[in-house]
């Protein structure tokens, strides 16, 4: 069972494009974090958010943890080449479980 | 640099052979992870160490085992591989045992079982 699903799966897009991608669950999650994987490397970091409500900004990339921490989503601003890789968001749920979603595999055509 | 090392990079094994998959951190991590990753079902934690000293399993344990030999490095056995162990290998680390605290993971093993 998924806790937390992606959305889109995959998104392919033209370099400049706006985007976003969501990590939805039914659950509550006390934090959050996204990570961008690149072919071959493990997931890097990109933030964490932990109060429902946050907006963090990190260049073009600004993530939300939603009002009910139950959602966050990533919007890119003018996206570039160097952004493509695989989005996962991270959950942190009752009994310090930690779950991942399956991802969002974005392609950035220059 | 710093970071989470893992060896080898790549493997093939028959089925029913067995291999330690190697990793080690430098960053005096507290807690460390193995999850595996297969195509649409993102990552799985197989077994983690919150601490030095303690293991737990996580959500797909079975025909796997792990030692936390120091503060530095948890290695992942397979005692009898299977094709259904083909997957790509991840070990990571954090500073305490929270998601607060992010992971660091290393770039991975990706195993085939013929």
């Known amino acids: 069972t998924q806790l937390l699903e992606q959305s889109p799966q995959f998104l392919s897009i033209q370099e400049g494009e706006n985007l976003t991608v969501y990590c939805n669950s039914s659950?509550?999650?006390?934090?959050l974090q996204w990570y961008r994987q690149e072919p071959g490397e493990g997931p890097v970091l990109l933030v964490t958010?932990?109060?429902?409500?946050e907006v963090k900004k990190l260049k073009r990339l600004t993530f939300q943890f939603g009002d009910a921490r139950k959602d966050s989503s990533l919007h890119i601003t003018a996206a570039q080449t160097g952004d493509t890789g695989l989005y996962l968001c991270?959950?942190?749920?009752?009994?310090?479980?930690?779950?991942f979603g399956s991802g969002t595999k974005l392609n950035v055509k220059p | 640099n710093a970071g989470v090392t893992q060896t080898p990079k790549f493997q093939v094994l028959k089925t029913g052979q067995s291999m330690t998959l190697q990793c080690a951190q430098d960053?005096?991590?507290?807690?460390m992870y193995w999850y595996r990753q297969d195509p649409g079902m993102g990552l799985r934690l197989i077994y983690y160490s919150a601490s030095e000293g303690t293991t737990d399993k996580g959500e797909v344990p079975n025909g796997y085992n792990v030692s936390r030999l120091n503060k530095r490095e948890f290695s992942l056995r397979l005692e009898s591989a299977a094709p259904s162990q083909t997957s790509v290998y991840f070990c990571?680390?954090?500073?305490?045992?929270?998601?607060?605290?992010?992971?660091?993971f290393g770039s991975g093993t990706r195993l085939t079982v013929v």
């Open positions: 958010v932990v109060t429902g409500g």
């Open positions: 960053m005096n991590h507290n807690s």
């Open positions: 990571a680390s954090s500073e305490r045992y929270s998601l607060y605290y992010g992971y660091t």
């Open positions: 659950s509550v999650f006390s934090s």
């Open positions: 991270a959950g942190a749920g009752n009994f310090n479980k930690f779950y």
